[in-house]
């Protein structure tokens, strides 16, 4: 099993409303990262775990909260968002820290 | 400030022909370096790595080369196929602290 797996693909929310985006692999990799990318633009870095412990936050908004229940499992809770948050959320995971990532499929996610 | 500089933003290659994909970092401490590729609405494919110590890494139609004393980086893809069409990101790692993405490239191969 190489995938990650992210849900839901697509979501939509007000500015008041409470999300979360989640995601699984099950290769056993040791690093988990949240990604945010705008169209036309690389993705930019937003969180990265490794062994379950957050170990790298980039000067993220505290509206955007991240969890890792497990070594499989990622969590990214919303809330409060802004319309300029709406952009294609991506996890990846890898074996070594900021090596070979695998990526998901994306939440493309629109604040209204 | 970008470490990680695509200055192409777009390349258009004749089917079976190749196409050389550039990549420019100005950070001397990156060790590692990769390159994905993206399709519109999906998340990036890894698609072929060098660590520092090399110059060159190949795989299949796929060659990485890599010059450091330039700081510069390149993706060969030959021959070229419809399919390779998408967004080629390059990145870099410095000893696994700091990841950055290139800007992008759009490949366009035409058949």
């Known amino acids: 099993d190489t995938e990650v797996t992210q849900t839901p693909k697509h979501l939509v929310m007000g500015m008041t409303n409470k999300k979360s985006l989640k995601c699984e692999q099950h290769?056993?990799?040791?690093?988990m990262y949240w990604y945010k990318q705008k169209a036309k633009k690389p993705p930019e870095l937003m969180f990265v775990y490794s062994y379950e412990k957050l170990s790298i936050n980039e000067s993220v908004p505290s509206r955007f909260s991240p969890e890792c229940p497990n070594s499989s499992l990622l969590n990214l809770h919303l809330h409060a968002l802004q319309p300029e948050d709406s952009a294609l959320y991506l996890c990846?995971?890898?074996?070594?820290?900021?090596?070979?990532?695998?990526f998901g499929q994306g939440t493309r996610l629109t604040v209204v | 400030d970008q470490q990680v500089k695509q200055n192409s933003p777009s390349l258009s290659v004749q089917e079976g022909r190749i196409s050389i994909l550039n990549c420019d970092y100005t950070?001397?401490?990156?060790?590692?370096f990769l390159w994905y590729k993206k399709y519109p609405a999906e998340g990036p494919t890894f698609l072929i790595s060098?660590?520092?110590?090399?110059d060159k890494n190949e795989d299949g139609r796929f060659t990485v080369f890599l010059n450091k004393s330039a700081k510069h980086l390149s993706l060969h893809i030959v021959p070229s196929q419809p399919g390779d069409s998408a967004v080629y990101f390059c990145a870099a790692s410095d000893m696994g602290n700091q990841f950055y993405f290139g800007t992008g490239t759009s490949l366009t191969v035409i058949p």
């Open positions: 990846a995971s890898s074996q070594e820290f900021h090596r070979e990532a695998f």
């Open positions: 290769m056993g990799h040791r690093a």
């Open positions: 950070n001397s401490m990156f060790d590692y």
């Open positions: 060098i660590s520092s110590i090399k």
